[in-house]
């Protein structure tokens, strides 16, 4: 019998092949210091990249995310090296894993910055020489792309507080702009060279509130800091800068990233406490901010990060899984969830703490050898418990067979 939750008819069907992802940390950007980090090597995912999807299938995590790493793709203007990229291609087709490819997470070749007046050219022409290269191997797969990853987070990171490319302070909307520029103009070369391409965002999710007492000015303009969280989705619709060339049809599936920390009381600023007993009542439940975004653009929705790091990975996996069966419940087309990062990571700037905040840890090895995976059992025990409590709410999602086993379990 159909669940009385399925999707209306309009969106179609989910393309996803598990409702549950994987995220694999790809960054590339230049951090604080002006370093260029590789995540994909410095976490060893592409040496055991047979065994970290090995590892998926008893969680039936069949889609991953994955990132092409622009500034070494691209090293010469226009010229591309597909090397590093067709071997997770290959892995994931070994595999039969289902990859969504970041084209740029963060980082951008070291001749090129968001403010560069060629960087939306040389993304869009990236874009085009992307999609030769995949159905040049791939002619007939649902192809679900991000071509960038958290729009208004890097312009915050390199427009205002000076972490990364190119370093500016008060210059967060001109990066915005940048961004999205390029965003826009990497869309429209996507659809031009691949009308079936799926472009997939991937945000921030937010609630900013007030101070207890504040005025209403001062209500007015938080409630406006929180509504800024949507300006990248509204350029790329075109509700906002239409001269960048937005449009509505660009607005497929929307993704959006959830943190521990993605609450806050600004002004002054506070970080709102989301495992507080009794809850602190300014945190909103993450089942009324997926309603809102659905609402505003009457798209689904897939949470595209969430993680937690330390020992309360289990509890935030829990609270997780039932902000998304309440979600489900209340009619949003949730497609799936992505764990980011499915296997742990380090800092950025400082690359020597590793956050502990993955499915697996790290045992970190010094003799070059690559770093073992650890599972960590209490995550592991409450994600299948997470996984039952979605499957049962009625995930609109296709689930792998081994997924939809682990959830009867």
């Known amino acids: 019998m159909p669940s009385k939750h399925t999707v209306a008819p309009n969106f179609g069907p989910s393309p996803f092949q598990s409702f549950w992802m994987g995220g694999y940390e790809c ?5 604080a210091f002006g370093n260029r980090v590789d995540f994909l090597n410095v976490t ?3 040496e055991l990249l047979h065994e970290d999807y090995q590892d998926l299938k008893p969680f039936g995590i069949a889609t991953v995310r994955e990132g092409i790493r622009w500034s070494f793709v691209e090293k010469t203007p226009y010229q591309y090296d597909w090397s590093t990229v067709q071997v997770l291609l290959e892995g994931g087709q070994r595999q039969g894993v289902q990859q969504v490819w970041d084209l740029c997470h963060f980082g951008y070749p070291d001749d090129l910055t968001p403010l560069h007046p060629m960087f939306a050219r040389r993304f869009a022409a990236l874009c085009r020489a992307f999609v030769d290269f995949y159905r040049s191997q791939r002619p007939d797969d649902t192809l679900i792309v991000t071509p960038i990853n958290e729009v208004s987070f890097m312009s915050w990171l390199g427009g205002d507080v000076r972490g990364t490319s190119p370093y500016c302070v008060g210059q967060g909307w001109e990066v915005k702009r940048g961004l999205m520029r ?10 031009e060279a691949d009308p079936s391409i799926r472009i997939m965002t991937t945000e921030p999710l937010i609630s900013i509130v007030p101070p207890p007492n504040a005025d209403a000015a001062h209500r007015q303009r938080i409630a406006e800091y929180h509504d800024h969280q949507f300006q990248s989705i509204d350029m790329l619709s075109g509700r906002l ?8 049809e660009y607005i497929d599936i929307l993704g959006f990233n959830f943190y521990y920390d993605n609450q806050w009381q600004l002004d002054p600023y506070q970080r709102i406490p989301w495992a507080e007993e009794p809850a602190d009542p300014r945190w909103r439940p993450l089942n009324e901010l997926l ?4 609402k505003r653009y009457n798209t689904p929705v897939v949470l595209t990060e969430t ?3 330390g020992v309360d990975r289990p509890k935030w996996v829990r609270m997780i899984a039932e902000e998304c069966a309440q979600a489900l419940r209340k009619g949003v087309p949730l497609w799936g969830v992505c764990l980011y990062p499915i296997i742990d990571r380090p800092d ?5 703490p590793w956050h502990q905040s993955g499915l697996w840890d790290a045992e970190l090895r010094t003799d ?5 995976r650890v599972l960590y059992e209490p995550y592991a025990t409450a994600l299948r418990a997470a996984q039952a409590k979605v499957a049962a709410a009625g995930p609109t999602a296709k689930a792998s067979p081994a997924s939809a086993s682990l959830s009867l379990s």
Not at 241 to 248: A, N, Q
Not at 348 to 352: E, I, K, S, Y
Not at 368 to 372: A, K, R, S
Request: proline residues 9%; contains cysteine.
């Open 241 to 248: 800068c239409p001269e960048l060339g937005g449009k509505p």
């Open 307 to 309: 993680s937690h790091p």
């Open 27 to 31: 960054t590339d950007q230049l951090n």
């Open 291 to 294: 309603m809102e975004a659905h």
């Open 368 to 372: 070059g050898q690559p770093h073992h």
């Open 348 to 352: 950025w700037d400082h690359l020597t």
């Open 44 to 46: 060893n995912h592409l």
């Open 182 to 191: 390029a965003y826009v103009e990497g869309v429209a070369a996507l659809r």
